[in-house]
């Protein structure tokens, strides 16, 4: 619900406060320009479009503040941007400046322009003669009859657009497969060589550490064998010789034991050094060992560098940087890699035959989608055209009949299987056709409106009802036809709030609240102001409005449009 609106300096508006009450609310007035304001206000508010040019001549910037009740997903919207509601109102500003940027800002905070029109979408509706030709397109058509169809449909649009991009998207891989044959034939060859290459060289982790010590033991059989030779000998003079370092600690060890018994501090180092003496005899065991099993062995080097080149030239295809603490781990990772991707390309069932049985499924997830999308317009095209139908002949249109017609498309879109295409039937004699082509701007005022309140009935169910504005919905229509407009937008205020600018006194002797549009001159400015009349000033306008002038006889006919007995049963 909109609760108040305050234009300042906007247009030919120089300040101006609208309280809009619930019910029907009636903008009248001479001044197009006006009107047209507080129109593009209340597009500001939004989220619509700034205009620098919209700023009133001399003013520095033009200011639109709102008070609107914000209810549904309007509510979390509004949390999500950090809008604070003040008693359940939410208050919203929209400053344009003549000059640069304008500025939103929403329950005293700024936010972008994109937050106000989402919540404007939750809340309001606005309808003007732009939208007769909206009307006219087959997705407004389509549009009409899923919002008919209800919450179910909004459900089966939402699983048939999914299925839809699915199965497109399956398509596009399936064509980029086909594409790429030759492609993957060479990715293939190329996996399979290098494959070869590693299988016949059979590498293991850590196996080029290993194959480096041993070629350098191999390279140097001869220093090896001096210096574990010489290391023996001086630890144990096999040739009975004075030498060696393990007769000089035995010698030792006698000494100390032999001043232990006299000191015990000598008995702690003989131990000491017969442990040390322990461990030299294991030293001159394994140097013994070690010496007898150095050999040359050329061959075995050749092979060992033969084995170091063929890893190497792995790693340098297939692997990291020598410089890495295992250069063999990166080709061992490779050839994982690749043995996957073999088994992938080769695999039974696999490739373009698995491609393609996925493509089956996904065209056959998005027929049935779209079977159920048609079904429920096939339902509801009935009840809207029964609905429809009432509401023309309220509207003066007796005999006018609208056709739901379902045309084939050649393929399955988001949208489903068929174009909805709305026709008119003037009367029964007449062939129907579609309202892009035969309706007149009248018809198109009235079949419109009826369309709206034919999809109110459904949404008050569910509490859904936005605000509804109507822009001159009335053009093209008069006499009767616009008495009963006034009466269907009276109707459609049971449930919401309605505001319609109009031009028409039938329509608008039905409003709760009338607000006219007038302009004054001090002889130097024109203001233009809004301001509510009741009483006799709300006959006056209606008597202007009828015929132009405020004579006796248009103020006899204005006071019978707001005492008529229809007017009083809408009210009831």
Same mark, same amino acid.
């Given at each position: 619900m909109i609760r108040e609106l305050r234009l300042t300096d906007l247009g030919v508006i120089a300040d101006a406060t609208i309280e809009l009450g619930t019910g029907l609310t009636a903008i009248t007035g001479e001044t197009g320009a006006g009107k047209t304001m507080l129109l593009t206000g209340l597009g500001l508010l939004l989220g619509g479009r700034a205009d620098p040019a919209a700023v009133r001549p001399g003013a520095k910037q033009a200011a639109v503040e709102g008070r609107l009740v914000p209810a549904g997903d309007a509510v979390a919207i509004a949390e999500d941007a950090g809008a604070?509601? %003040?008693?359940?109102?939410?208050v919203v500003v929209r400053t344009v400046a003549a000059e640069g940027r304008s500025r939103a800002h929403l329950g005293g905070r700024s936010v972008p322009m994109g937050v106000l029109a989402e919540i404007g979408a939750e809340l309001v509706t606005v309808h003007g003669q732009s939208d007769q030709v909206r009307l006219r397109a087959p997705a407004q058509q389509r549009a009409a009859l899923d919002a008919y169809a209800g919450e179910q449909q909004a459900a089966a649009l939402s699983e048939l657009a999914t299925a839809h991009e699915r199965r497109r998207a399956l398509e596009a891989e399936l064509e980029r497969w086909d594409g790429e044959v030759a492609a993957r034939a060479a990715e293939l060859e190329q996996l399979e060589a290098a494959l070869e290459r590693i299988d016949a060289v059979q590498p293991v982790a850590c196996e080029l550490d290993e194959l480096r010590g041993e070629t350098e033991r191999l390279d140097n059989v001869e220093a090896l064998l001096e210096a574990a030779t010489t290391a023996r000998a001086a630890l144990d003079d096999e040739d009975g010789g004075t030498g060696g370092a393990m007769l000089a600690l035995d010698a030792a060890r006698r000494a100390l034991e032999s001043g232990a018994a006299h000191d015990a501090t000598l008995g702690d180092w003989a131990q000491r050094v017969a442990e040390a003496i322990h461990l030299l005899n294991d030293v001159v065991t394994e140097t013994g060992s070690y010496a007898a099993s150095l050999e040359a062995d050329p061959e075995r080097l050749a092979a060992v560098h033969e084995r170091r080149a063929a890893l190497t030239d792995l790693v340098r295809s297939y692997g990291g940087s020598a410089d890495e603490p295992d250069p063999l781990l990166p080709v061992l990772a490779y050839a994982e890699t690749a043995r996957a991707r073999v088994t992938e390309l080769t695999a039974p069932g696999s490739g373009r035959e698995a491609l393609e049985h996925r493509v089956a499924e996904a065209r056959e997830r998005e027929r049935t989608a779209a079977a159920v999308v048609t079904e429920h317009r096939c339902t509801a095209a009935s009840g809207l $055209?029964? /609905? #429809?139908? *009432?509401?023309? %002949?309220g509207l003066a249109m007796r005999g006018a009949h609208l056709q739901v017609e379902l045309l084939p498309r050649p393929e399955i879109g988001p949208n489903g299987a068929e174009d909805v295409e709305l026709r008119l039937q003037p009367h029964p004699d007449a062939p129907a056709r579609p309202i892009a082509k035969g309706a007149s701007g009248g018809e198109l005022s009235r079949i419109m409106l009826a369309l709206e309140v034919a999809l109110a009935s459904r949404r008050a169910a569910t509490g859904t009802l936005p605000v509804f504005v109507f822009d001159e919905v009335d053009s093209g229509v008069g006499g009767r036809a616009a008495t009963e407009?006034?009466?269907r937008l009276a109707d459609? *205020? /049971?449930? $919401? /709030? #309605?505001? !319609? !600018? $109009?031009?028409?006194a039938q329509v608008a002797a039905f409003a709760d609240t009338q607000l006219v549009v007038s302009k004054s001159s001090d002889g130097d400015r024109v203001a233009t102001t809004v301001h509510e009349v009741t009483g006799a000033d709300r006959e006056r306008e209606l008597a202007r409005m009828l015929s132009g002038e405020e004579s006796e006889a248009a103020r006899r006919h204005a006071a019978e449009l707001l005492e +008529?007995?229809? +007017? *009083?049963?809408v009210r009831r």
């Open positions: 604070m509601l %003040d008693e359940g109102e939410l $055209t029964t /609905q #429809v139908d *009432a509401e023309l %002949d407009v006034g009466r459609l *205020a /049971q449930h $919401t /709030q #309605v505001v !319609v !600018v $109009t031009h028409l +008529r007995p229809e +007017r *009083a049963d």
